[in-house]
């Protein structure tokens, strides 16, 4: 091999040089989060990497550089002299990818994307050094390294979807060796594209011990995700969430047949699974149309006229199905009070299926077989309103939630699938969330699967097919099977019976005389007047709860008549961005030393809501910190220690919260770790120096504090730690304890409760001060407030007024002494003339 000279400070000379470049900003290098994926036995590294979406590939991207006599300012060399990048390797550049591996202390790959349809972004012919992957990071080898002969070349190693070839290097290697192993392998892909089809790209890796060849057919997904060497072995790099669901869509969803459109297929591939539909699908033909074909439009799933008499057939089919509400006894039919389930997670209320099964032991499901002594207690979470949830997430279920129960004896707590998947299953942790006790994956029960509804299909029960009584007395069993059919029926009939019992109210109240009547009348109105006012509480949104309007515009809402506010939770009050202005503190006890953390809740709310109460229920104990970069950052806050784990407080992840002053303008900044936009979790850093770069990318919510430089010197020697090749400590540094000094939100709702009791007492001396010694209350303008009426009647008015006119009060008559009739004079006869006229 030719003697290639390396300085031997070259690798540390290299890193010093990068972390240079990356302080000043000419090197883009941020954080990054893995996530692992495996379909039929093929496992992918995700790694989100967003950064790379500011990496400019073109001269438009980068307009400052300057492109000299070519069009492509990445060039270095003279263009006249640059190879092509699909031109294969020769002699020299295996020597020198070799002499490279070699010298580095720690371990590398070097790989190579031969043409644009392997992925080479560049048009240069040129090779990549890469650092080798944790494998205990990833969970998983490179399947390369399970190759084992030196002679004959591999490809059909297990479980790999696509054509590979790959020879294992001997111990001694030299330029004659890797030529040779090169020439072998090239001549593989050579005779794979001769047979299957296919451009001359490929992807060449090297590393110590081995060198694979793939033969590649295309560039990467047709929405535009590409797929280089390292990709095309399992090591995937995604720029954003979006890219990554490009890769769930196209690939995990159509299992195989993805990767046979970017490599060429091999024959056993090509037989289990290619057919003329998916091959179509990978080449970019037969996807969804932007418009309805006659096919689709006549066919048995249509509504039309040309459908035929299949859609009518299948109409009835589903309306025959009927589903039961996840908190329905499959019995009674009714919401459960005490619920069991059996071992298949059919749920009955406990009360029910015992008078059942005295007269049965069956299932009254399925007809089988069923004792008292296999009934399962099921132990559901609550929240403030009543609903069922999950204990750790307090998600609310619903119809459409996968809901399991987690067994231990004769008794079960319910979670929702997904938590139990996340925390459980997929680190490992057979223990349950809420009591700690061990199960295995035979204790998990499904009550409810979306995906697989079939086992609540009303339809489908043996007893209500052939018309068994289910023993629930007749004045129990009140609600009618088929109103089941949908929430909204329940609705219904919750809407009829409250009506009904308004009506019986009003004829009772007909009843009142019209005296009553008047009085009530009168009354009600200043009742009604009096009581329309109330002050507006400190939770209320801006908007109202649309009862009204949608009990007007549907009959299946229970009648409302009043427009009010929606509430917000106490949590959705707090977590309003500006309204808790006082700042936190925690102390990070770790094994180096404390570290003393003030937090921002004023600018980033859920952020600091997230870290304290993760911190409170102990979830950072114990934790590692699994990466660390000097010069740069260190990071923390997966309890798996890999990087890929971690969750919210909430279970899922939350939004950025970018408003405000907070800046990555010094040492010490404590910042949310991300997968991308809005995928803050639990994992979190603290800077070493100012990142601007990293500003409005991750959410700031507090920063290292300390008066006596106790926590930054505990920061220095957290950044001197000595780390390895994939920068995780050597020695393990963890967070011992995560203790809260100050939470807060509860110093906020200390403060508002004393604001509240203090105003209240102000306004108690205002009011004295501008009352008389006799009781009366002096208005605003000077003049005092009289009297509403006085004497006896004044008691009468106040019954009235409190509205106390249901007492029948005794009618008074008053006795009035009626004065005597003056007697009449006697008219006396006048003399001449007419006189007056009384005698007529």
Request: include cysteine; glycine fraction near 8%.
């Amino acid at each position: 091999m030719s003697a290639i000279i390396l300085s031997p400070s070259l690798e540390e000379r290299v890193i010093s040089k990068f972390d240079e470049l990356v302080t000043k900003g000419e090197i883009i290098y941020e954080p990054s989060t893995t996530d692992t994926k495996e379909d039929e036995g093929f496992k992918f590294d995700f790694r989100l990497v967003p950064h790379l979406l500011r990496k400019p590939i073109t001269a438009h991207d980068a307009p400052e550089r300057k492109t000299g006599r070519g069009n492509n300012p990445f060039l270095n060399p003279d263009p006249d002299f640059v190879l092509s990048e699909s031109d294969s390797l020769d002699a020299s550049d295996l020597s020198a990818a070799w002499s490279l591996l070699m010298h580095f202390e720690k371990r590398h790959m070097m790989i190579f994307n031969c043409g644009y349809e392997a992925g080479s972004s560049q048009g240069h012919k040129h090779m990549q050094l890469w650092h080798y992957p944790d494998e205990r990071e990833m969970g998983f080898p490179l399947f390369p390294s399970k190759a084992t002969s030196t002679i004959e070349v591999t490809s059909d190693i297990g479980n790999v979807p696509h054509q590979h070839f790959v020879l294992r290097l001997p111990s001694k290697v030299d330029e004659a060796v890797l030529v040779e192993a090169y020439g072998k392998l090239h001549k593989a892909v050579e005779d794979c594209h001769a047979k299957h089809g296919g451009g001359p790209a490929y992807n060449v890796i090297l590393v110590r011990e081995w060198m694979c060849l793939i033969p590649r057919r295309r560039c990467g997904l047709e929405k535009g995700a590409g797929a280089n060497a390292a990709a095309i072995i399992g090591m995937v790099w995604v720029i954003s969430e979006a890219e990554k669901e490009i890769w769930n869509a196209e690939y995990f969803s159509r299992p195989i047949s993805h990767f046979r459109g970017l490599v060429t297929s091999s024959k056993k591939s090509q037989d289990k699974h290619q057919g003329p539909e998916c091959e179509e699908r990978t080449m970019g033909k037969g996807t969804d149309k932007l418009y309805i074909t006659h096919s689709e439009w006549s066919s048995s799933d249509a509504y039309s006229a040309s459908a035929g008499a299949g859609v009518r057939a299948d109409a009835s089919g589903h309306a025959a199905f009927k589903r039961l509400p996840f908190n329905f006894c499959a019995l009674s039919l009714q919401p459960f009070t005490t619920p069991v389930c059996t071992a298949n997670g059919i749920i009955f209320d406990h009360e029910n299926i015992i008078r059942w099964l005295l007269k049965h032991d069956t299932n009254p499901t399925d007809g089988k077989s069923l004792k008292q002594q296999e009934l399962i207690k099921l132990d559901f979470a609550k929240n403030d309103s009543n609903e069922f949830v999950d204990p750790v997430t307090y998600k609310v279920f619903t119809d459409n939630t996968h809901i399991v129960a987690i067994r231990h004896g004769d008794s079960a707590n319910v979670f929702a699938y997904d938590t139990v998947e996340r925390l459980n299953i997929k680190p490992k942790m057979w223990k349950d969330l809420v009591s700690d006790e061990d199960f295995s994956r035979a204790d998990i029960i499904t009550l409810q699967d979306p995906q697989n509804i079939e086992s609540r299909n009303l339809s489908s029960f043996k007893y209500l097919k052939e018309g068994e009584d289910s023993g629930i007395p007749k004045e129990e069993a009140t609600i009618n099977t088929a109103s089941l059919g949908s929430a909204a029926d329940l609705k219904i009939m919750k809407a009829k019976e409250a009506v009904a019992k308004a009506r019986a109210e009003r004829a009772n109240a007909q009843s009142a005389t019209s005296r009553d009547k008047s009085q009530l009348s009168t009354s009600t109105k200043k009742t009604a007047t009096a009581s329309t006012y109330k002050p507006t509480p400190y939770n209320a949104t801006g908007h109202t709860t649309g009862l009204a309007a949608a009990s007007l515009t549907s009959t299946g809402m229970t009648p409302h008549t009043s427009a009010a506010l929606a509430l917000m939770s106490d949590e959705e009050y707090l977590l309003k961005r500006g309204r808790v202005k006082e700042k936190g503190f925690v102390r990070l006890a770790t094994s180096v030393g404390d570290l003393s953390i003030e937090l921002y809740p004023e600018h980033a709310p859920k952020a600091v809501w997230n870290f304290i109460r993760l911190a409170q229920k102990g979830y950072y104990n114990g934790i590692v910190f699994h990466r660390n970069i000097r010069n740069f950052m260190i990071q923390c806050g997966d309890p798996t220690g890999t990087g890929r784990g971690g969750t919210s407080i909430w279970g899922k992840n939350f939004e950025d919260e970018f408003e405000g002053p907070l800046k990555h303008d010094t040492r010490g900044v404590l910042s949310m770790a991300n997968k991308g936009k809005n995928t803050n979790s639990s994992q979190f850093f603290i800077t070493y120096r100012a990142t601007s770069h990293l500003d409005r990318k991750h959410t700031i919510f507090g920063r290292v504090v300390g008066d006596d430089g106790t926590s930054m010197a505990v920061l220095k020697r957290l950044e001197e730690t000595p780390v390895d090749a994939n920068d995780r400590p050597k020695e393990e540094i963890k967070i011992i304890e995560a203790v809260v000094l100050i939470d807060p939100f509860e110093e906020f709702w200390k403060n508002k409760a004393e604001k509240e009791r203090s105003d209240k007492e102000k306004e108690e001396r205002k009011a004295d001060d501008r009352t008389t010694w006799t009781g009366k209350r002096i208005r605003n303008d000077g003049t005092i407030e009289k009297d509403s009426g006085g004497g006896v009647g004044k008691y009468l008015k106040a019954a009235m007024k409190n509205g106390q006119h249901e007492v029948e009060e005794d009618e008074i008559v008053e006795f009035v002494d009626e004065p005597e009739e003056p007697v009449r004079k006697k008219n006396k006869g006048g003399g001449g003339g007419f006189g007056n006229f009384d005698g007529w």
